[in-house]
Nanobody, 125 residues
């Protein structure tokens, strides 16, 4: 079964850092664009960041630009999100997702065809 599994979430104080990982299996990870999206309690899906198949092209939501960095290791079939200077408004469940062809700024679940179960990030003092 095609699978994505996130890890690395947790509770962190404002200004702190976390690094999320997403392990991909049973599909050719290296040929697909990937994204991180998040969903805060009671809110809709929010696109966070995008990376192309080779890793050389990235995009970020304005809300995280300059604080988050997306990257990938195709040899390890793993996607990453380095999150620095975390704010309480970053609190959400974070999901990694495989983009449908042509999608970059996907803010709906049907912009993706595979996603993981998510990892909780809580930013609080």
């Amino acid at each position: 079964e095609v699978q994505l599994v996130e890890s690395g979430g947790g509770l962190v104080q404002p200004g702190g850092s976390l690094r999320l990982s997403c392990a991909a299996s049973r599909f050719t990870f290296s040929i697909y664009a990937m994204s991180w999206v998040r969903q805060a309690p009671g809110k809709g899906l929010e696109w966070v960041s995008y990376i192309n198949d080779g890793g050389g092209y990235t995009r970020y939501a304005d809300s995280v630009k300059g604080r988050f960095t997306i990257s990938r290791d195709n040899a390890k079939n793993t996607l990453y999100l380095q999150m620095n200077s975390l704010k309480p408004e970053d609190t959400a469940v974070y999901f990694c997702a495989k983009n449908r062809d042509g999608v970059v700024y996907g803010s709906q679940w049907n912009d993706y065809d595979i996603w993981g179960p998510g990892t909780q990030v809580t930013v609080s003092s």
